[in-house]
């Protein structure tokens, strides 16, 4: 295969699965979440206590894992069916994301395992596992509005992802800005993966 075309495929390997790790971390911890309480005066813009706000937000986390099979529920906030037909929907792509970054792993493990892959085509990789986050990256930063709205629009149909803040209270303790340090958060794991190639493939150590 050639070394490009070989590069490039693992490079979509390892964003796959370190998308897949950082959103886990974000789905089993309340990271970025609790930061982003305080750090955008979430409480203060839903008049909502700082547990009351945790308490609805791990109810939605729970219910986007893949181990749960329990219908969408808000211990305290109203909700529409629109909110959960958007939030079944996030279930799917989520359980796709891990079922993905399962097979993703296996297979870096695989050819982790065996080393084989050479110097070279880790040295494509890494700068293709990291080119791709910063074009993503710089269209985020530069209109992010634009991108979030596109990635929704994109990824759910009929705009099911138009919240109601007055019917579908959820959405006001969830700002655009949680969302846009959550992909930060989950680009630090594609630029670790990117650097861990790199590191690799530029070593003058033995790697066969």
Request: proline share 3%; glycine share 6%; hydrophobic share 55%.
């Amino acid at each position: 295969m050639n070394k490009a075309v070989a590069g490039i495929l693992i490079a979509i390997t390892v964003l796959i699965f370190t998308t897949a790790l950082g959103l886990a971390v974000i789905h089993t911890t309340d990271f970025p979440y609790v930061l982003d309480i305080d750090l955008l005066h979430i409480g203060e813009t839903a008049k909502l206590s700082r547990g009351e706000m945790l308490l609805n937000y791990n109810a939605m986390l729970n219910y986007l894992s893949p181990f749960s099979n329990k219908p969408f529920s808000l211990p305290t906030l109203g909700y529409t069916e629109v909110a959960s037909s958007h939030f079944a929907d996030c279930k799917v792509i989520f359980n796709i994301v891990y079922l993905l970054g399962l097979i993703s792993g296996i297979i870096l493990a695989f050819l982790a395992f065996n080393r084989s892959v050479s110097k070279r085509i880790l040295r494509i990789s890494g700068t293709v596992t990291l080119a791709i986050p910063a074009v993503i990256g710089a269209a985020m930063f530069t209109n992010f509005d634009w991108a979030f709205n596109l990635f929704h629009s994109v990824l759910f149909a009929d705009a099911t992802w138009l919240f109601d803040p007055k019917l579908d209270e959820i959405i006001n303790i969830l700002p655009s800005a949680f969302f846009m340090h959550c992909g930060i958060f989950i680009a630090l794991f594609w630029v670790g993966g990117a650097a861990l190639q790199l590191s690799i493939g530029y070593s003058k150590r033995k790697y066969h």
